[in-house]
Structure formats: C-alpha cells, structure tokens
Nanobody
C-alpha cells in the first residue's frame, strides 16, 4: 500500500525559509506528475505547484519566484523549497502524486506551515 509522508513543516518568521518533503513508501506505479497544495481553515484547497515526469514545472502566481518544486525520482520524493515566506503562506500543505496507471491520485496527510512574527 502506497503512503505519502510529508515532513519539514513548522513555525518560521516572515522572510524565512522552509523545505517540505514528501516521500512515497511502498511500491508506486510510474508517476505522471507531483504536486503541492495548501489549505487554510474554511477555504478550498489551493494548488501551489506541479512537477511533471518530463521535468516541467508550473507555479501558482501567489508563490512564483519564492517557491521551488523539485524531486528525487530515485527516492520517489518531491520537495518544496519555500523562501521569503509571508504571513499569507500559513496553511496546511499537502502533496499529491498522480500515477499513469488509472490516473490514480495519492495524497499526503498534510503538514502545518505557520509564518508568524
């Protein structure tokens, strides 16, 4: 059974940095793309970034130039480097893997990122 396990969240001051990791455990089918989302209480989950199997990257306008998505394919792990964090980046962050087989999605459990002075 595949599980995605996130790590790296926490409390950081405005302007600071964090790096989130999301690792797949178990045997996973070839991955089409990896994504990060975030969600604040009472709001819909917001798409943040995508890294495709062809190494194309896409970012939400709200984080462009500050966040970087990358991956270690050998470890089935995706990262989100977050720099120049702002108060409005506070959220629970989720990773998602979409595999080719059946277009199945796997989600992480979510990890809290709090930006506060």
């Amino acid at each position: 059974q595949v599980q995605l396990v996130e790590s790296g969240g926490g409390l950081v001051q405005p302007g600071g940095s964090l790096r989130l990791s999301c690792a797949a455990s178990g045997t996973i089918s070839p991955i089409n793309y990896m994504e990060w989302y975030r969600q604040t209480p009472g709001e819909q989950r917001e798409w943040v970034a995508q890294l495709t199997s062809r190494n194309r990257v896409y970012y939400a306008d709200s984080i462009k130039g500050r966040f970087t998505i990358s991956a270690d394919d050998a470890k089935n792990t995706v990262y989100l480097q977050m720099n120049d964090l702002k108060l409005e980046d506070t959220a629970v962050y989720y990773c998602k893997f979409r595999v080719f087989r059946g277009n199945r999605d796997y989600w992480g459990q979510g990890i809290q990122v709090t930006v506060s002075s």
